[in-house]
Protein backbone atom coordinates (compact mmCIF):
# COMPACT_ATOMS: atom_id res chain seq x y z
CA UNK A 1 0.00 0.00 0.00
CA UNK A 2 1.43 3.39 -1.01
CA UNK A 3 1.59 6.21 1.60
CA UNK A 4 0.46 9.20 0.80
CA UNK A 5 2.34 12.52 0.84
CA UNK A 6 1.81 15.97 0.08
CA UNK A 7 4.39 17.72 -1.88
CA UNK A 8 5.02 21.49 -2.06
CA UNK A 9 7.07 23.77 -3.99
CA UNK A 10 8.14 26.52 -1.99
CA UNK A 11 7.69 30.31 -3.77
CA UNK A 12 10.51 31.53 -5.79
CA UNK A 13 12.97 34.04 -3.81
CA UNK A 14 11.97 36.81 -6.10
CA UNK A 15 13.10 39.59 -3.44
CA UNK A 16 17.11 38.74 -3.57
CA UNK A 17 18.67 39.91 -0.24
CA UNK A 18 22.27 41.35 -2.39
CA UNK A 19 24.01 38.63 0.42
CA UNK A 20 26.40 36.60 -1.57
CA UNK A 21 24.95 33.10 -0.14
CA UNK A 22 22.41 31.75 -2.42
CA UNK A 23 18.59 31.62 -1.35
CA UNK A 24 17.64 28.52 0.55
CA UNK A 25 13.88 27.82 0.26
CA UNK A 26 12.02 27.01 3.30
CA UNK A 27 11.05 23.02 3.27
CA UNK A 28 7.65 22.81 1.57
CA UNK A 29 6.02 21.89 4.88
CA UNK A 30 6.08 25.51 5.72
CA UNK A 31 4.67 26.56 2.37
CA UNK A 32 0.51 24.69 2.62
CA UNK A 33 -0.56 26.94 0.11
CA UNK A 34 1.26 25.31 -2.55
CA UNK A 35 0.50 21.63 -1.71
CA UNK A 36 -0.74 18.94 -3.74
CA UNK A 37 -3.81 16.97 -2.73
CA UNK A 38 -2.68 13.61 -2.23
CA UNK A 39 -6.26 11.97 -2.06
CA UNK A 40 -6.48 12.90 -5.61
CA UNK A 41 -4.76 10.00 -7.29
CA UNK A 42 -3.71 6.42 -5.89
CA UNK A 43 -0.77 5.84 -8.36
CA UNK A 44 0.72 9.27 -7.94
CA UNK A 45 -0.11 10.00 -4.37
CA UNK A 46 0.95 13.45 -4.02
CA UNK A 47 2.33 13.58 -7.25
CA UNK A 48 -0.07 13.77 -9.89
CA UNK A 49 -2.53 16.63 -10.05
CA UNK A 50 -5.16 14.74 -11.65
CA UNK A 51 -8.66 14.48 -9.76
CA UNK A 52 -11.21 12.02 -9.66
CA UNK A 53 -10.55 8.11 -11.40
CA UNK A 54 -8.21 8.70 -14.53
CA UNK A 55 -5.68 6.25 -16.38
CA UNK A 56 -2.90 9.15 -17.44
CA UNK A 57 -1.61 11.07 -14.91
CA UNK A 58 0.68 14.28 -15.17
CA UNK A 59 1.06 17.44 -13.31
CA UNK A 60 2.23 20.55 -14.74
CA UNK A 61 1.67 22.75 -11.90
CA UNK A 62 5.57 23.76 -11.23
CA UNK A 63 6.95 27.34 -12.68
CA UNK A 64 8.97 30.33 -12.21
CA UNK A 65 7.93 33.29 -13.72
CA UNK A 66 9.18 36.79 -14.60
CA UNK A 67 8.25 39.52 -12.53
CA UNK A 68 5.57 40.71 -15.33
CA UNK A 69 4.44 36.84 -15.60
CA UNK A 70 5.84 35.67 -18.10
CA UNK A 71 7.11 32.02 -18.33
CA UNK A 72 11.01 31.43 -17.14
CA UNK A 73 10.69 27.98 -16.63
CA UNK A 74 8.23 25.04 -15.89
CA UNK A 75 8.48 21.23 -15.20
CA UNK A 76 6.41 18.52 -15.04
CA UNK A 77 5.47 14.74 -15.63
CA UNK A 78 3.13 12.96 -18.06
CA UNK A 79 2.51 9.15 -17.44
CA UNK A 80 0.13 7.84 -20.18
CA UNK A 81 -1.65 4.48 -19.95
CA UNK A 82 -1.94 2.21 -22.32
CA UNK A 83 -0.53 -1.14 -23.60
CA UNK A 84 2.95 -0.26 -23.40
CA UNK A 85 3.17 2.91 -20.32
CA UNK A 86 5.37 6.05 -21.21
CA UNK A 87 6.34 8.65 -18.13
CA UNK A 88 8.58 11.54 -19.36
CA UNK A 89 9.40 14.40 -16.73
CA UNK A 90 9.71 17.70 -19.09
CA UNK A 91 11.78 20.47 -18.11
CA UNK A 92 10.56 23.96 -20.37
CA UNK A 93 10.64 22.24 -23.93
CA UNK A 94 12.42 19.32 -23.55
CA UNK A 95 11.36 15.89 -22.67
CA UNK A 96 13.25 13.55 -20.55
CA UNK A 97 12.97 9.85 -19.27
CA UNK A 98 12.86 9.66 -15.61
CA UNK A 99 16.55 8.56 -15.46
CA UNK A 100 17.72 11.26 -17.78
CA UNK A 101 16.74 14.33 -15.21
CA UNK A 102 19.52 14.41 -12.47
CA UNK A 103 21.89 14.57 -15.51
CA UNK A 104 20.21 17.42 -16.59
CA UNK A 105 19.14 19.20 -13.15
CA UNK A 106 22.88 19.02 -12.44
CA UNK A 107 23.40 21.11 -15.41
CA UNK A 108 20.75 23.79 -14.74
CA UNK A 109 22.18 23.93 -11.15
CA UNK A 110 25.53 24.98 -12.09
CA UNK A 111 23.94 27.37 -14.69
CA UNK A 112 21.86 28.87 -11.89
CA UNK A 113 25.51 28.86 -9.73
CA UNK A 114 26.99 30.68 -12.22
CA UNK A 115 24.38 33.16 -12.64
CA UNK A 116 24.54 33.50 -8.80
CA UNK A 117 28.17 34.31 -8.91
CA UNK A 118 27.97 36.59 -11.78
CA UNK A 119 25.30 38.77 -10.32
CA UNK A 120 27.44 38.57 -7.16
CA UNK A 121 30.80 40.08 -8.77
CA UNK A 122 28.39 42.70 -10.36
CA UNK A 123 27.16 43.84 -7.21
CA UNK A 124 30.37 43.98 -5.50
CA UNK A 125 32.10 46.07 -8.44
CA UNK A 126 29.27 48.83 -7.66
CA UNK A 127 30.24 48.62 -3.83
CA UNK A 128 32.68 52.05 -3.09
CA UNK A 129 36.19 50.70 -3.18
CA UNK A 130 37.60 51.35 1.08
Request: hydrophobic share 40%.
Amino acid sequence: MMMAHRIAVPPVDNKPSGKALPFIPAPASDHPENAVDASTCTVYPGLCTEAGEHDDHSNHSNRVLADDGSLILDIGFVSLSGDEPHEIVYLRNEDFEPSQVRAKTAELRRLLDLADAMADELMAARQPQA
